[in-house]
Every structure is written in C-alpha cells, then in structure tokens.
T-cell receptor, first 115, second 113 residues
Framework: DSGVTQTPKHLITATGQRVTLRCSPRSGDLSVYWYQQSLDQGLQFLIQYYNGEERAKGNILERFSAQQFPDLHSELNLSSLELGDSALYFC??????????????FGQGTRLTVV | DAKTTQPTSMDCAEGRAANLPCNHSTISGNEYVYWYRQIHSQGPQYIIHGLKNNETNEMASLIITEDRKSSTLILPHATLRDTAVYYCIVRVAAFNYGQNFVFGPGTRLSVLP
C-alpha cells in the first residue's frame, strides 16, 4: 500500500460526459502528479501541483483540468469525454513536509471507460 | 530531464539475479537516477534512487558508474512476482522543483520458472 488513495477504482461513462477523479496523497506529501496510461501505452504526465499551486504541465488536453485543495487532495476533471480518453489515470504524491524525500508514490489508479 | 535508454525486454530465471541496465549519457550533475516498476496495470512502484554512490535497500541494489552515464538495477534473487516493466528515470531531486517523472517505455522483465 503506497498510501495514495484514488477513487473511484472504475468508472464507465458515455461520450460527451464529464467525470471527476479524486486523489488523496500520502499524509504530509505536498506534491501531487497526474498521469494517463492508455492501453499498451506508456505513462503520460498530465500535470503537477505543489501545495495548491500548479507547478508543471504536460500533455494535458484543454478538456481536462485539475486542482489541489487546501487539505492537499486533488481532483482531475475530464469533460466532453471521447472514446480515446479511456485509460488508466494514476495519481502520485511526493515531497513530505517532514523530510526531503523526493521519490513519488503512486496510487492504484482509476480505470476510465468511455462508451 | 535527461533521456534514458533501456533494453525493450529481458528474461531472467527464477532465483537468479536480474541485472537491468540503463544508459543516461546526458545526465546532469544534479540529476538523480530513479527506478520504478509497474506490475500489470498496477500503479508504478518506487524501487530505489541514487546520485553517484551505489545504493541498496530491501528491494534492490543500484550500481551507478563512476562517470554516471549508466546504471544497473540488480534484483538479487528474482521471483515470479518481479515480472514487470522496469523504468529508469533521471531527474532533479529538488524539494519543490516543478519537475515531473518522465517515464519511457522501460524494460519488460520476465522471470521464468
């Protein structure tokens, strides 16, 4: 157990819809990363937040957005969903407040299926 | 982030040491080498990281060459549960630096009975 919690584990929705994926980082971790992994594809970095602020942006579509809340949990919002958005979405957290450890720990992912 | 090169796939006999190489010839002086693995659709799992000294933990050992242009991850006694895709990543390990972990295609390790 990495300590990173993602909900829901599975999500099935129709094209054109909007969904929200939630991530609770490890206790004390300030940084949250979101990744997308399509079938048989590599892990694609989407976005990173650090203590509520956006710190790095990858190949995130304009239909996608994210935020990190004061309690440090994060949400990834996906709208106007297309079939090609079907993928595993992973959240990771790193950078504890008490230590300078910088390795990132990943959650078990949310499997999104768009039908 | 520096680019890394890894073999596409490797086989290893169960109980033997698995040695996974990684080339990072353009690594900068302040970049660390991280290793992660992903077991079939699970979340990537952190294994180990290092700067220039060899590192060992309960999972693996990391050997970094003196010029830091390459490294080897060693799983001392591979088991079937070590079958996974292994990723070698280099990045700056700064406290609040806005830098993500860039995953390449990795090495698909198959541990054979």
């Amino acid at each position: 157990d990495s300590g990173v919690t993602q909900t829901p584990k599975h999500l099935i929705t129709a094209t054109g819809q909007r969904v929200t994926l939630r991530c609770s980082p490890r206790s004390g971790d300030l940084s949250v990363y979101w990744y997308q992994q399509s079938l048989d594809q590599g892990l694609q970095f989407l976005i990173q937040y650090y203590n509520g602020e956006e710190r790095a942006k990858g190949n995130i579509l304009e239909r996608f957005s994210a935020q990190q809340f004061p309690d440090l949990h994060s949400e990834l919002n996906l709208s106007s969903l297309e079939l090609g958005d079907s993928a595993l979405y992973f959240c990771a957290s790193s950078v504890g407040q008490a230590t300078l450890s910088t390795e990132a720990f990943f959650g078990q992912g949310t499997r999104l299926t768009v039908v | 982030d520096a680019k890394t090169t890894q073999p596409t796939s490797m086989d290893c006999a169960e109980g033997r040491a698995a040695n996974l190489p990684c080339n990072h010839s353009t690594i900068s002086g302040n970049e660390y080498v991280y290793w992660y693995r992903q077991i079939h659709s699970q979340g990537p799992q952190y294994i180990i990281h290092g700067l220039k000294n060899n590192e060992t933990n309960e999972m693996a050992s990391l050997i970094i060459t003196e010029d830091r242009k390459s490294s080897t991850l060693i799983l001392p006694h591979a088991t079937l549960r070590d079958t996974a895709v292994y990723y070698c990543i280099v990045r700056v390990a700064a406290f609040n630096y806005g830098q993500n972990f860039v995953f390449g295609p990795g090495t698909r390790l198959s541990v054979l009975p």
